[in-house]
């Protein structure tokens, strides 16, 4: 099994190019690079991962929708993956990681293009609907929204950011199941496995850390994270209202419960939805009822 996943792991690594850029303050920032298939010349897309994952997230739907012919870039937000850790965690907000993606697109010469976002991914597209909707041609949001459930932001208010320590992968994918096995009911033990190895690094023999900055989770710890606030439904609005919008939620999330999602539906009547059965937050985007929304909502993006 383990050999098997290292295979996949480093099959997965081949698919794309490293970026490495700067952000307006200094720190040294990272991004992947899908080429898209060669064909009629379509739109890019902007993968952005959720507040505790990194840009692997997107190593299995990257690539196959970059076989649609489109560029993919995942991004390593600040303090997570490659990207470096700020010296200052007051920079962990989504006005910061906002400005870090106007600079990559700045960077690469990307005047528009789709944006993918996973919870925190998706409130960062949010926020740049604010000021630079310009770069938005359309966009995903994985599992959130303006108004976010209680009851999901404790749940991830209460491991974010512990700064876990683990001896062996087998520990590490064993922490993961504990944490998100409520989300993910059908996983198997493969899945967690990899799950790790996106998660973690062996930072010396025998010793497996988180692939991020535990002081991201300072701000949700704090409860400096609401569940909802008038500048979130205003940003959400102007973005479903004016670009084409998907929302993709978990049939069990914990975060986009039908409260929620009504509400979304009530201030945005014209977006597209696309529910996942048997999974809570958030949906990996590989399940068979996302990858269908995916193609189909991309398919009409040009």
Not at 216 to 236: D, Q, T
Request: aromatic share 8%; net charge neutral; charged share 25%.
């Amino acid at each position: 099994m383990s050999n098997t996943i290292e295979s996949e792991t480093a099959s997965a690594a081949r698919a794309y190019a490293d970026i490495a850029f700067t952000s307006s303050d200094g720190l040294r920032l990272h991004a992947r690079d899908y080429a898209g298939a060669s064909g009629f010349a379509r739109l890019p897309v902007i993968c952005i991962h959720g507040l505790t994952r990194n840009a692997s997230d997107f190593d299995e739907v990257a690539p196959e929708i970059a076989r649609l012919g489109r560029r993919v870039i995942a991004i390593d937000v600040r303090g997570r993956g490659e990207s470096s850790w700020d010296q200052n965690p007051a920079n962990y907000n989504l006005a910061v990681y906002a400005n870090d993606v106007v600079t990559l697109t700045r960077e690469l010469g990307i005047a528009r293009a789709v944006f993918v976002g996973t919870s925190m991914g998706g409130l960062i597209t949010m926020t740049l609907a604010l000021r630079h909707l310009d770069l938005i041609a359309a966009a995903v949001l994985n599992d959130v929204g303006p108004v976010l459930s209680p009851r999901g932001l404790a749940r991830i208010a209460g491991y974010a950011g512990k700064g876990e320590v683990l001896r062996s992968w087998s520990e590490a994918a064993g922490y993961l199941r504990a944490i998100n096995e409520v989300a993910f009911p059908d996983y198997t033990e493969d899945d967690w496995q990899r799950w790790a190895r996106r998660a973690f690094f062996e930072k010396s023999p025998g010793e497996l850390a988180m692939r991020y900055d535990a002081r991201i989770g300072l701000a949700m710890r704090a409860g400096a994270v609401k569940p909802s606030s008038m500048m979130a439904r205003f940003a959400f609005k102007r973005l479903a209202r004016r670009r084409p919008t998907l929302l993709v939620r978990g049939a069990l999330s914990d975060l986009v419960e039908l409260e929620q999602l009504n509400l979304m539906r009530s201030l945005a009547p014209h977006m597209a939805y696309a529910e996942v059965d048997n999974v809570g937050h958030a949906p990996m985007l590989t399940e068979a009822q996302a990858k269908l929304a995916l193609g189909e909502f991309l398919g009409r993006v040009e």
